[in-house]
């Protein structure tokens, strides 16, 4: 059977782990060749070799995507691996907690840490979206996916810096599908509900029954249940989807 994503080349940000490794994989498995960023080159080189190991074909890329010209040299790197670039996926992000603003109200946040989380969750995307639609254009179009969140659609008490991140992607995400349609490159924001990756142990173990009792499904997804979305949102089947934020959650932001 024919993949989603046959002859195309897809670039993938925080692809070392979680919702970015297993959608790495997924656009594998769908026909695309995949560049696989992070910021540890280790583990981007080990979705690799999973790929690979799997029947695919990969590369791996070290990159930080709160450095510009590290942005614009990964896009480079995907277009000379692969000969283009097809299929985006802007994934790279962090939590509160990776800048000690863990459970933290607004006036006790410090600036430094809303600063970084923003120059990563938010400022991150913008890089990689320059970056992509630069090259996308010169190709006569492409398809781009930004991890939001549901935390960009609704507020989460006590996470004010990743809340307004995630609603800044979800922003960005619908004005870029707008500035671009009409050279043919689609835009569009997946926003998972809670997730089992590295990201969310801490908070699950702290106070996991609270947010499964949210939770209409009453349980936490899978890095490969956002990871099919994703491959569909980029793929020709979406050809009319463009400005989306798509929630991936069971059910979490519904009620
Ligand atoms: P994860 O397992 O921690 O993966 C995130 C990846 O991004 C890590 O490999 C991380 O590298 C990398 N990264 C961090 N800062 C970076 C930078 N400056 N440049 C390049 N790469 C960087 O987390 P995840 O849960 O898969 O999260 C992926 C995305 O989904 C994030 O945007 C997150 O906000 C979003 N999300 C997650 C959930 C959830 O429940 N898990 C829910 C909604 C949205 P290091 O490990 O070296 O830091």
New binding site residues.
């Given amino acids: 059977m024919p993949g989603l994503l046959d002859g195309k080349s897809a670039l993938v940000?925080?692809?070392?782990?979680?919702?970015?490794?297993?959608t790495a994989l997924a656009f594998a498995r769908e026909g695309a060749w995949v560049a696989a960023?992070?910021?540890?080159l280790e583990?981007a080189q080990e979705t690799a070799r999973m790929v690979e190991a799997a029947g695919g074909q990969a590369v791996a890329i070290e990159?930080?995507?709160?450095?510009d010209a590290a942005v614009a040299a990964m896009v480079q790197a995907a277009v000379k691996a692969f000969g283009g670039l097809d299929c985006a996926f802007n994934?790279?992000?962090?939590?509160p907690y990776?800048v000690n603003a863990a459970g933290q109200k607004i006036a006790d946040v410090a600036p430094e840490a809303w600063q970084q989380l923003l120059?990563?969750?938010l400022t991150?995307v913008w890089r990689c979206l320059r970056h992509e639609v630069a090259q996308m254009r010169t190709q006569g179009g492409g398809a781009i996916v930004n991890?939001?969140?549901?935390?960009g659609l609704v507020g989460l008490p006590s996470s004010s810096a990743?809340v307004a991140s995630?609603h800044g992607v979800v922003g960005l995400t619908r004005t870029a599908a707008a500035d671009h349609a009409e050279e043919n490159i689609r835009v569009n924001a997946v926003?998972?509900?809670?997730?089992?990756?590295?990201?969310?142990e801490d908070t699950m173990r702290r106070k996991g029954e609270r947010i499964l009792a949210r939770v209409p499904m009453a349980r936490?997804?899978r890095?490969e249940e956002?990871a099919e979305a994703v491959v569909w949102l980029c793929s020709d089947r979406a050809s009319f989807v463009t400005g989306a934020a798509w929630t991936v959650d069971g059910g979490y932001s519904a009620v």
Avoid: F, H
């Fill in positions: 940000t925080g692809a070392g782990s979680g919702i970015g490794r297993a960023a992070d910021l540890k583990a990159v930080d995507v709160t450095d994934n790279a992000g962090i939590a990776q120059d990563v969750n991150g991890t939001a969140s549901v935390a990743y995630k926003c998972p509900g809670y997730i089992e990756t590295p990201m969310t936490m997804g890095p956002i």
